[in-house]
């Protein structure tokens, strides 16, 4: 058959797919093999393990889609200044405090970097410097408002518990939101909606049983993962002061868990590189 | 209660095989119910802008873990279902095959891979496992490999189809179809390759992902069932094939060499940004093919678009793909990127691509074609009432944080206080929720009618099942 794309099928198919994969190569793989080249890993600059463990815990909250760490220049509008070339930083990024344009050495050591798309809270390039204080973090962590007045930033009680002076710290007053019976509520919910959704489609066959597996399954690894975050007991660090602003209860007391310490160690870490040689 | 083509559709659903029709109502019930968890989440999320403390002790439903199960769910649970449920119908339509035993078998395989995919990628993201909130790529790999598999196998189907069909040509309906299921495997492999993880060449890999995930399914899936559709609807012939075949071209070309546009003024390498720059404008000529090729279509065709159901959707989708595409272009200019990037109105744009565009072209061909298939109509009154929550709902949701982002921007450029710039949007994320509220409503109703197009008694009195369909046409 000529190779016709209106009447050769294997050509229609074969034709675009070669095309698409050519300009793919020229704008992602090719550049992104570059930049893997021209900026390698550096031993000397890896975070330390709790650093480490802040960044999965950044992650693993998706703060990400709030927060960027980009700080925009436009390279064409470089200019003399003293004895170096500088990018001037974009007008709407100028606010952060910083006088140069984040650059791709500075990512380098990411994986992947956490740069970001939208900005509904301020940009996290140099929040070390700017924010220095754990226990700000702290606070804003726990209860945003109380530090940050008019923030939309969600509060992130699950990182702390409260407890009170008898417990002794770790042993909570009232534990975080897992296991607690809205949440085996909410598991038999989604259980039971698999369930449903099966037998809807499929009718009442070994389809039934796959859904409710599926149900089962998600919910197992939700109270899985909800109980991987309850910390041993030893491990909180107390937070002492400034917690009268927080709303707790008469006489308890914040304790910070390790995924909170460590959260906090990695936006202090996030502190701007002194420039390479 | 006709559409226009002048055929009751229980007679155009006569001799249809009752297990072609099931297989494609599973898709659209499965699409329609991630639609619906969707709208939960982002629901929620966007009260969330106006109560920051709602649900906040649930370490499950924090925000940045609903966001993408919001976003997933209405990308490859209800956007891709839905397209993929009318193209089981439009590919062998174009073909002038009916499905056989075992390309009915495929469909029910993809069917339950890709719903595994969905379901287990969503669990993952409230249990955490965000893939570094990589956009519209935070399902891990194996769900993502679930989806992947389906597509393939829906890709096999679709070439099987199209290979043994009774026609010469092709139409290019099968063009888009089977492009876009080979188009969206290779940026799935690309999203989930494991070299490039670390440093930009991630957020290269990023930047192409996010935008071809969307540009090269999307786009062609929606645009390929038109093609099908309106001709179908209006009982005419497309007005040019040639500037079909022009889209399809230039869309492939131009559509991936443009994602970097999310990064401009980053350390991303400028030549990239330049590209992508370029090609975003060039999407013009790809946008006017297609969707100039759809209105002269229409012209003058008021009198079946005000008496169908469905017409008025596709009038409002191939409309929104002019004036969403068009947006696009001009945000990717560096002049309104300064003042635009980063705020609500990027989020505003991807609202008005998904549901003015996408979603309103497929809730055209869903009841334009599903009671072909099925032989039951959905109650008009319904239909009307999905439509205007829809379209009301949706165009307050993309006013107001279109409106609310360039305010935004704004306080940006002058230097007010980042709470300033805040506190601003206020309002506007108010109206958000309200256009979320009657969208969810829109969404309900849009349930209650794919309820009411379920295969049911009707097939078993026009057609007996295994018969050839006897008519000609289509």
Redesign the interface.
């Known amino acids: 058959m000529a190779f016709d794309?209106?009447?050769n099928?294997r050509a229609?198919?074969l034709l675009?797919?070669c095309?698409?994969?050519v300009?793919?190569w020229?704008?992602?793989?090719a550049?992104?093999?570059?930049?893997?080249k021209a900026?390698p890993?550096d031993a000397r600059r890896t975070p330390t393990d709790l650093v480490r463990r802040g960044e999965e815990v950044f992650?693993?909250?998706?703060?990400?889609?709030?927060h960027?760490q980009?700080i925009?220049?436009?390279?064409?509008l470089r200019e003399q200044r003293g004895d170096r070339l500088v990018v001037p930083v974009?007008?709407?990024d100028?606010?952060f405090g910083l006088d140069e344009?984040?650059?791709?050495e500075?990512?380098?050591?990411?994986?992947?970097?956490?740069?970001?798309?939208?900005?509904?809270g301020?940009d996290l390039t140099g929040v070390g410097d700017r924010l220095p204080s754990v226990l700000w973090h702290y606070w804003h962590l726990y209860d945003?408002?109380s530090v940050?007045?008019?923030?939309?930033?969600?509060?992130?009680?699950?990182l702390f518990r409260v407890t009170t002076e008898a417990d002794g710290p770790g042993l909570a007053a009232h534990d975080?939101?897992?296991p607690t019976g809205k949440a085996w509520l909410?598991v038999g919910g989604v259980a039971l909606a698999?369930a449903v959704?099966g037998w809807?489609?499929?009718g009442f066959t070994p389809a039934l049983g796959?859904s409710l597996c599926?149900g089962v399954?998600?919910a197992w690894?939700?109270i899985r993962?909800?109980q991987l975050?309850q910390p041993p007991p030893d491990q909180g660090e107390v937070v002492e002061d400034g917690i009268e602003a927080l709303g707790l209860p008469e006489g308890a007391r914040l304790v910070a868990t390790p995924d909170a310490k460590a959260l906090a160690e990695y936006l202090l870490s996030l502190k701007r590189p002194v420039r390479g040689p | 209660m006709k559409i226009p083509v002048g055929i009751p559709v229980f007679v155009a659903a006569a001799g249809t095989d009752p297990r072609f029709a099931r297989l494609v109502h599973r898709w659209l019930f499965s699409a329609v119910f991630w639609l619906l968890l969707g709208t939960a989440a982002g629901l929620i999320e966007g009260y969330r802008h106006v109560d920051p403390e709602f649900l906040g002790g649930s370490a499950l439903l924090t925000y940045g873990r609903l966001r993408p199960v919001h976003t997933l769910s209405m990308l490859f649970g209800w956007t891709s279902m839905v397209s993929i449920a009318l193209a089981l119908y439009v590919v062998p339509k174009c073909a002038r095959v009916t499905m056989d035993e075992a390309e009915l078998k495929a469909g029910n395989l993809a069917l339950w891979l890709w719903n595994a995919g969905v379901v287990g990628g969503t669990a993952a993201l409230l249990a955490g496992q965000l893939n570094a909130s990589r956009e519209y790529r935070e399902y891990p790999v194996w769900a993502a490999g679930l989806i992947a598999a389906a597509v393939l196998v829906l890709f096999g189907t679709f070439y099987r189809i199209v290979a043994r069909r009774q026609v010469k040509g092709v139409y290019i309906s099968c063009w888009f179809v089977l492009a876009a299921c080979a188009w969206i495997a290779v940026v799935v492999v690309m999203g989930y390759l494991p070299m490039f993880q670390r440093g930009l060449a991630d957020t290269i890999v990023q930047g192409y992902y996010m935008h071809n995930a969307v540009g090269m399914w999307f786009t062609p899936l929606a645009v390929g069932l038109t093609y099908y559709t309106l001709p179908k609807l209006l009982n005419k012939p497309i007005y040019s094939y040639a500037l079909g075949v022009l889209g399809f071209f230039t869309h492939l070309v131009f559509y991936t060499l443009i994602g970097t546009h999310h990064y401009m003024f980053t350390a991303i390498p400028d030549w990239l940004e330049n590209v992508a720059l370029i090609f975003s404008v060039a999407m013009i000529v790809p946008v006017f093919a297609s969707s100039g090729n759809f209105l002269l279509t229409m012209w003058g065709e008021r009198v079946a678009i005000r008496q169908s159901y469905s017409l008025p959707f596709v009038l409002t989708g191939v409309l929104g793909y002019v004036l969403v595409s068009a947006q696009g272009s001009l945000q990717s200019l560096r002049a309104v990127q300064d003042g635009w990037h980063l705020t609500h109105y990027t989020v505003g744009h991807a609202h008005a691509a998904m549901y003015f565009f996408v979603s309103f072209l497929l809730w055209g061909s869903m009841y334009g074609l599903v009671p072909r298939i099925t032989g039951r109509e959905p109650p008009v009154g319904l239909v009307g009432l999905h439509y205007w929550l829809a379209f009301g709902g949706g165009a307050i949701m993309v006013a107001s944080l279109c409106l609310g982002g360039a305010e935004q921007g704004a306080a940006w450029v002058e230097g007010q206080s980042f709470m300033d710039s805040v506190r601003v949007m206020r309002p506007y994320m108010v109206w958000r929720v309200v256009g979320g509220c009657l969208m969810a409503a829109a969404h309900v109703a849009a349930a209650i009618a794919i309820y009411q197009m379920r295969p049911g008694a009707l097939l078993d009195i026009f057609g007996s099942p295994g018969t050839e369909p006897a008519r000609e046409g289509s």
Do not use: N, W
């Open positions: 794309i209106h009447s099928h229609l198919v675009p797919l095309i698409y994969v300009l793919v020229l704008v992602a793989v550049p992104a093999a570059d930049m893997d900026y890993v992650k693993a909250y998706g703060c990400v889609v709030c960027t980009q925009r220049g436009d390279e064409r974009r007008a709407p100028a606010r344009p984040t650059r791709a500075e990512y380098a050591q990411s994986r992947p970097p956490l740069i970001g798309t939208q900005r509904t301020p945003p408002r940050s007045p008019g923030s939309v930033m969600p509060p992130y009680r699950y975080g939101p897992f909410l698999f959704l809807l489609m499929f796959l599926l399954g998600a690894f939700l993962e909800c975050c």
